[in-house]
T-cell receptor, first 111, second 111 residues
């Protein structure tokens, strides 16, 4: 079974803090993704990566950056957290039929 | 543009069949997918269908694809309370680098 893990289930940070969200997959997938999910707005793609050190902006990259130093690990970075970044963050990796496998999510609250 | 639409809510009685509908706009999608999300969790891949198929059955799940109308449906037979969740359809876009998700259908199963 594909396993995608995320570093935290719940996180509370203060405005202005730097926040790291980490995602690890164990299936040697090349593509990895970061989404945020908000009520009424569905899933929105922040960034994705199709190889180590390669990244592409998704639909809402502003205020975020990413890092992919190893194939199995994809990190989302909030350089200076703001309250409008309070959300559920979901990481995924994709398989041979482009199906995406999701982690359990990190619920981030910025106060 | 690429838009995937679903109705927001569906309520069924335990033991009945549920049918969740989805319309998509990208006729070049090679794969279409159904995901399930339980409260506070990530998305779980339920099934997928290749675009040259009309139907796919997997235990209690039946997927129907009408390419002419760009309509996808998920039928859950003998719906149980454990099926209560949000169901998302998704289509492959961007050459497989991305999935576009629907808005999600909240399925409520009543006793």
């Amino acid at each position: 079974d594909v396993k995608v893990t995320q570093s935290s289930r719940y996180l509370v940070k203060r405005t202005g803090e730097k926040v790291f969200l980490e995602c690890v997959q164990d299936m040697d997938h090349e593509n990895m993704f970061w989404y945020r999910q908000d009520p009424g707005l569905g899933l929105r793609l922040i960034y994705f990566s199709y190889d180590v050190k390669m990244k592409e902006k998704g639909d809402i990259p502003e205020g975020y950056s990413v890092s992919r130093e190893k194939k199995e690990r994809f990190s989302l970075i909030l350089e200076s957290a703001s309250t409008n970044q309070t959300s559920m963050y979901l990481c995924a990796s994709s398989g041979v039929r482009y199906e995406q496998y999701f982690g359990p999510g990190t619920r981030l609250t910025v106060t | 543009g690429e838009d995937v639409e679903q109705s927001l809510f569906l309520s069924v009685r335990e033991g009945d069949s549920s049918v969740i509908n989805c319309t998509y706009t990208d006729s070049s999608s090679t794969y279409l997918y159904w995901y399930k999300q339980e409260p506070g969790a990530g998305l779980q891949l339920l099934t997928y269908i290749f675009s040259n198929m009309d139907m796919k059955q997997d235990q209690r799940l039946t997927v129907l694809l009408n390419k002419k109308d760009k309509h996808l449906s998920l039928r859950i037979a003998d719906t149980q309370t454990g099926d209560s969740a949000i169901y998302f359809c998704a289509e492959m876009t961007g050459g497989g680098n991305k999935l576009t998700f629907g808005t999600g259908t909240q399925l409520k199963v009543e006793l």
